[in-house]
């Protein structure tokens, strides 16, 4: 079994936030990047150790984005992936793009099983994985905590509304990923040695008429400061959410 | 003509479909347009009417009783394209996250996913979003003829407008070939709010010391009809269960309140709950970075506090 997990490269997570052209651009000056944590953690790990579990098939991951991302692909072939492909595009294409894309290329390449994180920290948008799916005509189960494999079938729990749903499909399918699937695998010494000689695959981007895009970002509403209270005032707390805020 | 998306659990319209419901009429008014609701399970039309919106596509066939992204999706499709349908609404919950991506590829129709606000009409058609885990707003346009919105949670307000429903029983082309995943079984958290839905929350973490002290916590929830939830710290220990885990890796919530007791407010944690409207404060360490982002707060032990906070709630109105 052949798995294609597509990886993002977001702002770390306690990067500062800033926009430039009059807050029309994010400003990635200082800013470092990550591996986006759920595509790293759960979707990547989870379909290494189904691989390793099967002895056979392969683990590839794709990005879609600025030529200077084979750095962050590196880092997902130092942690098992056996070999990359990067589809250059601008690092702000929309999903609607990335997801045409990563189908053509799943399609093309006959990966049956196309894995992603729930959603990326920079634009949450949760919409990647679902798009793929549509593109692919294929099966998309979304938010998947667990996830075991029984020759071309698959046994997933999703998460709804006030607990988990346990559901069966087969491929193809495209899945995203959340905690409880799998834990982070730090990359070895030997696995960033072995990533350096990895195929990366490097390809053009196609794109298309514009779907949506970012007129313009707003800081959040700027947040009075906290109204501290005693431990011998919770009685006043409590008529302050109740008569000033009131939530209660 | 808006059409919007909506849920039934057992009959009863979920809280996101209510919100949805308000946003497409608004939106309609807006614009001088007409809405209807779409809805693929037997759902109350008097509900439907309650919130404003005049007509109801009901779909009754079995088939839908359990959810598949790609057969609900076209079932979807096809009700909102043979019915004119312009601007498609649907709740940014579990199935809606997993369904509008997909209208949005098969209607060719631009994607806001997780819009916080009403589109703006006058200059194009502008619709707000929270991006970088709520430190950002980001204002998207939609390009495209047809145009998609899911609603996050606890944006809008549900709001009644009373009028009549019309029921039209739509048909669609799905068969059981259309469906791609197969049902096993649910595991339900009983008796609980469900987390995503709830206005109200209470949470707690390390700070308590241990998971035998989230009595007062539970009650505290118990008397103001609040879901319960906690820090990853707590959470990967075991001390809760995972589903109630808020923050970056974990579930994030828009509550109406959001009380946090013992828990520092790391960077992580504030990206699950940092839109939340009113944010409350328990904790020991002054310098905690949870106090930046709260509204209200008390420097102080759980285990003073809480005891107090419980008996001042019962005193108020419960």
Redesign the interface.
Known sequence: MNFLVCVSKVPDTTAKIAFKDNNTKFSSDGVTYILNPTDEWYALVRALELKEAAGAGKVTVINVGSSENDQYLRKALAIGADDAVLIESADDLEPFYVAKEIANYAKANGYDIVITGKETIDYNSFSVGGMIAEFMDAAFVSQVSKWDMNGTTATLNREIEGGEEVIEVNVPFVISAQKGMAEQRLPNMKGIMMAKSKPLTKLAAVGGDTFVSINKFDEPKPKSAVKLFSVDEVEALVKALHDEAKVI | MIIVYIEAVNGQL?KSSLEVLTYGKKMADKMSSSVAAICLTSCDANAVGEYGVGKLFQVNDDKFNH????AF?KAIGEIFNANGGQILVLP????G??????????LQ??????ANALAETSDGF?I?????????????????EKKIISLASNSIPAVKNPTSCEVVTAATSITAADF??????????SG??????AD?VVSAGRGLKGPENWGMIEECAKI?GAATACSRAVADVHWRP??E?VG???L?ISP??YIAVGISGA??HL?GV??S??I??INTDPEAPF???????????AF??MP??NE??R???F
């Not at chain 2, 129709?109 to 997780?114: I, R, S, T």
């Not at chain 2, 707000?128 to 495209?144: L, M």
């Not at chain 2, 106090?291 to 032990?301: E, H, L, W």
């Open positions: 979920k959810f598949d992204s790609k999706a940014f919950n579990q199935n996250k997993a369904l509008a991506p997909r209208l949005s590829v098969r129709a631009g994607l806001v996913n997780g502008v707000s979003k929270n991006v970088f885990s709520g430190k950002a707003v980001a204002n998207y346009k939609i390009h495209t791609s995943t197969k049902y096993i079984k649910s595991e339900l958290v609980d709010i469900p987390l995503s839905e109200l103001l995972h589903h885990h970056q890796t974990g994030a109406n309140l960077i992580q990206a940092s839109s409207k009113t409350v404060v106090f930046k982002a709260a509204d209200y707060g008390i420097v102080g032990d003073e506090v107090k906070f001042a709630l005193k108020l109105k």
